[in-house]
């Protein structure tokens, strides 16, 4: 297994570009999360997804899109970017139930620079 | 809402020492899990512990156990035996069991340094 998987690793972006955050599991883990860590600070929700087709706001959703048409991946779309979005984006992913119920499994994470 | 305070931004400890990081959260809800999490320089976030809050006996991995005061809303990590490969950010967090509630709080974490 290779567990949770995330590209690019490094990315700069000019303001007002726009990019798409891959990440995938093969964990045949229902859901699927999106989180960006600011320097100094912990994690913050941005987007989860329970399933296929569905998909719910975190906590700070504003500025970016997600879908979900597959289990294995949940991409994450910026539209406009903007140098408040300079973060270090993980992907993560969890089961349903089971022994491991409720850990969250992460991927290396992305580091994105808005100029 | 929930917060989660870890007040030792840093902490140092002696190779082969004990060492412990504290964490303080908030909330209204009488069920719920905790984490430690590890982030060592790779950025990988790894789970070290977790405890179930309607369970009074303090969760335990190998080197890692916890200190779950319920009542004081406090949550502590403590490594026995540090090695060198501990070094790393820990970060505290909380989730409520509320089925469809997935929002982690995370603390804002403790840099832990192992001294050779």
Known sequence: NAGVTQTPKFRILKIGQSMTLQCAQDMNHNYMYWYRQDPGMGLKLIYYSVGAGITDKGEVPNGYNVSRSTTEDFPLRLELAAPSQTSVYFCASRALSGKSDNEQFFGPGTRLTVL | ?116
């Not at chain 2, 999490?37 to 303090?58: C, D, F, G, T, W």
């Not at chain 2, 950010?89 to 832990?112: H, Q, S, V």
């Open chain 2, 1 to 116: 809402a929930q917060t989660v305070t870890q007040s030792q931004p840093e902490m140092s400890v002696q190779e082969a020492e004990t060492v412990t990081l504290s964490c303080t959260y908030d909330t209204s809800e009488s069920d719920y899990y905790l984490f430690w999490y590890k982030q060592p320089p790779s950025r990988q976030m790894i789970l070290v512990i977790r405890q179930e809050a309607y369970k009074q006996q303090n969760a335990t991995e190998n080197r890692f156990s916890v200190n779950f005061q319920k009542a004081a809303k406090s949550f502590s990590l403590k490594i026995s035996d540090s090695q060198l490969g501990d070094a790393a950010m820990y970060f505290c967090a909380y989730k409520e069991k509320d089925f469809g509630n997935e929002k982690l709080t995370f603390g804002t974490g403790t840099r832990l340094t192992i001294i050779p």
